[in-house]
């Protein structure tokens, strides 16, 4: 059956990965038709919008895509683009597994987590005022909809993946509302599933202090927008940093895949960034549309790669000394 995939490249390292990936899933024997759409700050120059419509109209039409990082800048500028297509397109969820990987020497080798984290409300929103001169304002925003939608969903996805434990991280000591609504629509979204999944709440911060310690006790993660933000690059560096943890964002009628990761100015056009992320992404959404056997090929393919820990194939950041291109083409090596 052939897949039509908006592509979107994105900034920074986003065209490498994203071409690699492109070339991993077409190897794989998928019939996948790409439309390469632009995103972000090289949409600003040729389109005039970092998020043009086209390209917003084109995932919603398709209801699918692989998108590459994009940049935001820090401080002043244009808003996330990332913010913005979530919102637009209503991709409520955001999924993020995050699993010790073979041959990745880290402090764990038994890291088998699903973050997921709510992608529309909460202080992430970036709904800021100044009030008066020399006062700011920033609004965290929780609606009983949002909080009751992002608890249904993960204990949905837990259930169909036989998952047996969610925590919710936390600050409803703080804020008492906000947070507190959160934990309310959590734990009635749980009573109806409290015969097959377990369920914990941790204030965040010691959530995070017992995640670093022993993330074996932890199984899915529940949490609002930024905390999810935080604690999704926290998880990934238990398991080799954020070259290795791909994501999904899912919405009623449209998904789009991306990796945890940002556009990595620092490694741009070098050509080592690492393309795993984006190519496990890549797996994510072949599963989705039920291509589960050519999935399962890539996933065993790079799985393959990283056991021979060949340094000459890996990139740098899990301790090899090759290129995006040596990786790459090894895992489609492996494919065949
Ligand atoms: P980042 O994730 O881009 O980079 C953090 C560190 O991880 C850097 O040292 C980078 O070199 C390294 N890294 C990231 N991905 C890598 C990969 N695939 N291979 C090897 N090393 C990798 O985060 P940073 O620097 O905070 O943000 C840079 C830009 O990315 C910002 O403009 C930010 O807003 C944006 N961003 C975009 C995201 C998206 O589009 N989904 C997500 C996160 C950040």
């Avoid at 006790?217 to 935080?230: Q, S, T």
């Avoid at 789009?256 to 990595?264: I, K, R, T």
């Amino acid at each position: 059956m052939n897949h039509i995939v908006c592509l979107l490249p994105g900034d920074g390292i986003g065209p490498e990965v994203t071409t690699a990936a492109r070339e991993v899933i077409d190897a794989s024997g998928v019939d996948v038709e790409w439309v390469v759409l632009p995103v972000g700050t090289t949409a600003l120059e040729f389109c005039g919008s970092v998020l043009p419509a086209r390209t917003l109209a084109a995932i919603e039409g398709h209801g699918l895509a692989l998108k590459g990082p994009t940049t935001t800048p820090v401080g002043s500028g244009h808003p996330s683009i990332n913010v913005e297509l979530r919102k637009r397109l209503n991709l409520f969820a955001a999924v993020r597994p995050v699993r010790s990987l073979p041959g990745i020497k880290t402090r764990f080798d038994n890291v088998d987590l699903i973050i997921v984290r709510e992608n529309t409300e909460g202080l992430y929103s970036g709904i800021e005022n100044e009030v008066v001169e020399g006062v700011v304002q920033s609004l965290k925003i929780a609606t009983t909809k949002g909080c009751s939608r992002i608890a249904r969903f993960a204990f949905d996805y837990a259930a169909s993946r036989n998952r047996k434990k969610i925590t919710v991280f936390h600050k409803a000591n703080i804020m008492k509302m906000s947070d507190g609504l959160f934990l309310r629509c959590a734990r009635k979204v749980q009573s109806q599933y409290a015969d097959r999944i377990e369920y914990d709440e941790m204030i965040i911060d010691n959530g995070c202090m017992q995640l670093v310690r022993d993330p074996s006790k932890f199984d899915v993660l529940l949490l609002e927008n930024l905390y999810g933000d935080i604690v999704s690059d926290l998880a990934a560096g238990l398991v080799g940093g954020l070259g290795v943890v791909p994501g999904a964002n899912f919405g009623k009628s449209c998904a789009v895949f991306e990796a945890v990761h940002g556009s990595a100015p620092d490694i741009a056009r070098q050509g080592i960034a690492n393309p795993l992320a984006c190519i496990m992404s890549g797996v994510m959404l072949l599963n989705y549309v039920g291509e589960t056997a050519a999935a399962t090929k890539i996933r065993n393919a790079y799985d393959h790669v990283l056991q021979e820990a060949n340094p000459e194939t890996l990139t740098p950041d899990i301790g090899g000394t090759g290129t995006t291109q040596s990786f790459t083409e090894a895992i489609i090596r492996a494919l065949m």
